[in-house]
């Protein structure tokens, strides 16, 4: 038990290091040298938690979005309305991913090159998981009555498709705009959206 | 009026020159040597007609880009419900850029990365024109009591962000996914935002 703590937290570190020096030097010019620094183990310590560069990046990535999904799933299993749940799901698939890179600048789109297939495959995984938590909602709705019933999965799938272009990853944070305007975006097609899935 | 021809069918010509250079060598290896001599005309003789290989490439992504608003305003002012033209639009604005870019494979990629704040600044611009042809057949709706009343700019700016991420633009369309999965990820969207509009 303690060991495994003690792995987590050293994992951890080592993400946190990684968050750092993504954002100060990007994907290609961070070495695991540079991580070990930071972190203050030694090299050989990273590679017992990590087998490369690569696999780091893409772990630091689906961390986000484990700790996205966490709140996803606390949105979902609390007492608001399905609807209202929907909405405050929706705001935060978008605005957590902006917030956890919006210190990255350009180099968003060098790790998104250096990365490319493997990152879409982790992505492909990631919207997956996303559009299960809706989908939970969307049934809970259906048989709240609140929501019409029928074809909850694609549904779902729909309103994360309808807000993926707010995401922070072909463009940056920079590009997408101002964090109120892509909230007031997402807000906007949510809000005709869940009309849409209504009774 | 002759000598205007003649501009828009060279310029035509070196623009189709240009489709079928860049799905072939992409952006960087693509050079107006090339294009001349694809076109069967001097080199001298595409310098009167743009100034730079720059100004060619965008002048290639707006012709696609006007061609499509062409289709747009074609469904816009057709005999169709409101309803089914904005189904339909949507569907276009998705299928019809797939089609256009398909051949490109990976240098779709390039050509951003080459031009990318430029490429971003012109496709802010087609999308602004995407969403007023869009508004203009919610206000249709919306005189004729089939849409609800009110915010037609925002409800049509919905449609173009709910779809934005359907798009070849961060994504080649092999990333993007199969043709009718699009198709059928944006009718999905479509459907439920037009029960959003809906009266």
């Known amino acids: 038990m303690r060991a495994t703590v003690q792995t987590k937290e050293i994992r951890d570190a080592i993400l946190d290091a990684t968050d750092k020096l993504l954002a100060r030097f990007g994907y290609q010019k961070m070495t695991i040298d540079d991580l070990a620094a ?5 090299k050989g310590s990273i590679y017992l938690h990590f087998k490369s560069k690569e696999e780091i990046a893409l772990s630091h990535v689906d961390r986000i979005i484990d700790r996205l999904c966490d709140r996803l799933e606390m949105i979902a299993s609390s007492d608001k309305s399905p609807d209202k749940k929907i909405r405050l799901m929706t705001l935060e698939r978008v605005s ?10 350009e180099s ?3 790790l998104l090159s250096s990365l490319r297939s493997k990152l879409l495959a982790h992505r492909r995984e990631h919207h997956e998981r996303e559009a299960s938590i809706f ?3 969307i ?4 048989k709240q009555g609140v929501f019409e019933k029928g074809r909850s999965s694609e549904k779902a799938q729909a ?5 993926n272009a707010l995401l922070p990853f072909g463009l940056s944070t920079q590009e997408l705009g101002a964090r109120h305007e892509i909230e007031g975006k997402a807000l906007a097609v949510a809000k005709l959206m869940l009309r849409g899935v209504s009774a």
């Open 108 to 110: 968003i789109n060098e």
């Open 139 to 142: 049934k809970e709705g259906q």
């Open 38 to 42: 930071e972190v203050g183990i030694g």
């Open 159 to 163: 309103f994360i498709t309808a807000t």
């Open 96 to 105: 957590f991913r902006f917030d956890s890179v919006q210190h990255y600048s």
């Open 135 to 137: 989908e939970s909602v």
